[in-house]
C-alpha cells in the first residue's frame, strides 16, 4: 500500500491569508487522489478527487489542488481562507485501497 | 441522502472487555469498509466487505477484532478482548463499489480504553 506524507502537522493563518498543503506518496502508477476535510465535530467528508484528466482540479469551497505525476505530489491550495476553513485536512492516495497521511490541522485567526 | 451511519458514537470500556460498533452505509452501497484512527494520525484500513464478502482484512488483528456483513448491507465491528492500545475512533465508510470511487464517510465511534 501507499505511503502518504503530509508536510505540515499544524498550520496556523490568518483571515485572507493563502494556503497550501503539501502531500506525497511513495510510488508511482495509476493512482486515484483525495483531499478530505474534517471540520469540528464533523465526519470526514471529501474536498476533492483527482482521477485523470486535468491534473489541476477544483473543489467545494474554493479549495483547488494540482497533481505533479513527476513529484507524486498532490498538494492542496486555497489563496484566502476563512475562519469557517478551520478544519484538519487529510491526503488520501488510492491503488488498490485507500491509504491516508496523518493530516493537518489548520487553524484559522480571525 | 441519508449518509453513513454509526452507533454508539462514545464507549468507554475497561481492557479485557468486549465491544461491538454498528455501521449502516448509504442505501445501495456494495462496499464498505471500516477504518481504525488512532490520535493523531491519519484512518487505517481495518476491512473491506464487498457486500457480504471480505475483500481485504490484511490489517485487521484477527486474534481480537472480528467483523461481519451479513445480508451485504449492515455490518458489526466487534473487538474482544479490547486492550489500551485498541483506543481509537473507529469509522465506518461505504461506496457504490471497490476499487478507487468515492467513499463516504460515518461520524464514528469513539472508544475509550481504561
Known amino acids: 500500500a501507499q505511503s502518504v506524507s503530509q508536510h505540515n502537522h499544524h498550520v496556523i493563518l490568518s483571515e485572507a491569508a493563502s494556503l497550501e498543503l503539501g502531500c506525497n506518496y511513495s510510488?508511482?502508477?495509476?493512482?486515484?487522489l483525495f483531499w478530505y476535510v474534517q471540520y469540528p465535530g464533523q465526519h470526514l467528508q471529501l474536498l476533492l478527487k483527482y482521477f485523470s484528466g486535468d491534473p489541476l482540479v477544483k473543489g467545494i469551497k474554493g479549495f483547488e489542488a494540482e497533481f505533479i505525476k513527476s513529484k507524486f505530489s498532490f498538494n492542496l491550495r486555497k489563496p484566502s481562507v476563512q475562519w469557517s476553513d478551520t478544519a484538519e485536512y487529510f491526503c488520501?492516495?488510492?491503488?488498490?485501497?485507500?491509504?491516508f497521511g496523518a493530516g493537518t490541522t489548520v487553524t484559522v485567526r480571525a | 441522502e441519508a449518509g453513513v451511519a454509526q452507533s454508539p458514537r462514545y464507549k468507554i470500556i475497561e481492557k479485557r472487555q468486549s465491544v461491538a460498533f454498528w455501521c449502516n452505509p448509504i442505501?445501495?452501497?456494495?462496499?464498505l469498509y471500516w477504518y481504525q484512527q488512532i490520535l493523531g494520525q491519519g484512518p487505517k484500513l481495518l476491512i473491506q466487505?464487498?457486500?457480504?464478502?471480505?475483500?481485504?482484512d490484511s490489517q485487521l488483528p484477527k486474534d481480537r477484532f472480528s467483523a461481519e456483513r451479513l445480508k451485504g448491507v449492515d455490518s458489526t465491528l466487534k473487538i474482544q478482548p479490547a486492550k489500551l492500545e485498541d483506543s481509537a475512533v473507529y469509522l465506518c465508510a461505504s461506496s457504490e463499489r471497490g476499487d478507487s470511487y468515492e467513499q463516504y464517510f460515518g461520524p464514528g465511534t469513539r472508544l475509550t480504553v481504561t
Open positions: 466487505f464487498q457486500n457480504n464478502g471480505v475483500v481485504d
Open positions: 442505501s445501495g452501497h456494495a462496499t
Open positions: 488520501a492516495v488510492n491503488d488498490y485501497k485507500l491509504s
Open positions: 510510488y508511482g502508477g495509476t493512482v486515484n
